[in-house]
């Protein structure tokens, strides 16, 4: 049996519109063009020096590789042997290849019969259309936009500077019996308070830092130390050891 429910369209039952030419007119389809059949390289090229036109580069992920259609060039003959090749057989791996550029290379095998490029170089001809390519990107590049190159770029976020929150506090050390008054900003860390602390009595920086109240001493933690006040008391000591 058939089922009475009509099929719904994927999209939400929308079609979608034609595209639009500049004029406002519905814009001719593109066709699709073919490539060609790919003629394969003969067997008898192998161990052969070869010169040929780079019709292709094709790049997925980090691996990049292209094709060459054989031919003295500089146009792309495409009823010519066609012949993959990876970047790694560059003849010098500092020299960009593109598309229609004329190299020469040695036609070799890998371990499954399939015949590749190596020693990959520009010829003299091919030299000449990089060396073209190179100055037609760089004149792009220099008729772009005044405006592009003076847009105004982001300036770094400054940082805020902490607050001064100054206050002197008294401090003494296991080991001296001396006591030391110190400046510490309250906007800052326990950290930077425990190294001004054994800054001033060269103690080990191992110390830790505990409160000296009425109560006896407690560990320094941050709850306590914003409600420290002018005069506070602090005092540096070895960490407690712990019984098991």
């Known amino acids: 049996p058939t089922s009475s429910r ?10 979608r519109a034609p595209r639009k030419s500049a004029d406002g007119a519905d ?18 090229d192998v161990g052969k020096e070869k010169v040929g036109v780079v019709s292709a580069i094709i790049r997925k992920g980090r691996v990049k590789f292209g094709f060459i259609n054989f031919g003295n060039g500089p146009e792309i003959d495409e009823a010519a042997p066609r012949i993959y090749f990876n970047f790694t057989q560059m003849a010098d791996a500092a020299v960009t ?36 390519r190179d100055e037609e990107i760089a004149a792009r590049k220099a008729a772009r936009p005044a405006e592009d190159s003076d847009k105004p770029k ?3 976020r ?9 206050i002197t506090l008294t401090v003494s050390c296991e080991g001296s019996g001396e006591t030391k008054a110190i400046t510490f900003n309250m906007a800052q860390s326990i950290g930077k308070l425990k ?17 000296v109240s009425n109560e006896g001493q407690v560990f320094l933690t941050k709850a306590i130390l914003v409600t420290l006040s002018e005069g506070a008391r602090i005092h540096l000591a070895a960490p407690l050891e712990t019984t098991a």
Do not use: C, M, W
Not at 6 to 15: A, I
Not at 27 to 44: D, F, L, Q
Not at 197 to 209: E, I, K, L, Q, W
């Open 154 to 156: 982001r300036a770094p």
């Open 158 to 166: 400054e940082r805020k500077p902490l607050e001064e929150k100054p």
């Open 6 to 15: 009509s099929r719904r369209r994927p999209s939400g039952n929308k079609k």
């Open 97 to 132: 290849i593109r598309r229609g550029y004329v190299v020469s290379f040695k036609v070799a095998q890998d371990e499954t019969g399939r015949p590749f490029a190596e020693n990959i170089a520009l010829t003299e001809e091919g030299k000449q259309i990089a060396a073209a």
């Open 195 to 211: 190294n001004i602390a054994t800054t001033a009595f060269d103690a080990p920086v191992t110390y830790n830092v505990f409160h």
């Open 27 to 44: 814009a001719v389809p593109r066709e699709k063009k073919e490539r060609p059949e790919s003629v394969p390289v003969p067997a008898s």
